[in-house]
């Protein structure tokens, strides 16, 4: 599944809520897009915890989305990922290491709202024998 097609029927949906006052959440807010940071992860060396994110690759997958990691916020030191709430595999790649992989990452929401909590994840990459 592409992330892509999502978010952009959400940003119309964000654009037609601006110019219609009655379109709303149950909490009052405007409608939004309905993917927000679900996952970020930290990428480190396991033997120096020199950050690995740079040049570091990943994706994360559930039963019923899949979707590329992307460096947002901090292409250095984190990968981040754009998604629901949810069980997640998180996978990293990076030349010279063995790929990474954690299982059962999930992803909350919180309150009475739902607000998306994103799930922090650490990466300790190993390097490839």
């Known amino acids: 599944m592409n992330i892509r097609t999502p978010i952009a029927t959400g940003l119309v949906a964000l654009t037609l809520a601006a110019c219609s006052s009655s379109v709303s959440d149950p909490c009052g807010n405007p409608a939004s897009p309905p993917y927000l940071i679900a996952i970020q ?4 060396d396991s ?27 901090s292409p250095t030191t984190m990968l981040t990922g754009i998604g ?3 069980t997640y595999v998180v996978t990293v790649d990076r030349p010279g290491y063995q790929q990474w992989v954690k299982d059962s990452v999930v992803v909350r929401k919180t ?5 998306l909590v994103p799930a922090k994840v650490s990466a300790l990459l190993h390097p490839a024998p």
């Not at 992860?41 to 480190?44: A, C, E, K, R």
């Not at 915890?49 to 990691?69: I, P, R």
Request: glycine share 16%; proline share 0%.
């Open 41 to 44: 992860v930290t990428v480190t």
């Open 47 to 73: 033997i120096t915890g020199l950050t690995k994110a740079d040049s570091a690759s990943g994706t994360m997958t559930s039963t019923t989305f899949s979707d590329s990691l992307w460096h947002i916020f």
């Open 84 to 86: 629901d709430s949810g």
């Open 111 to 115: 309150g009475g709202c739902g607000v």
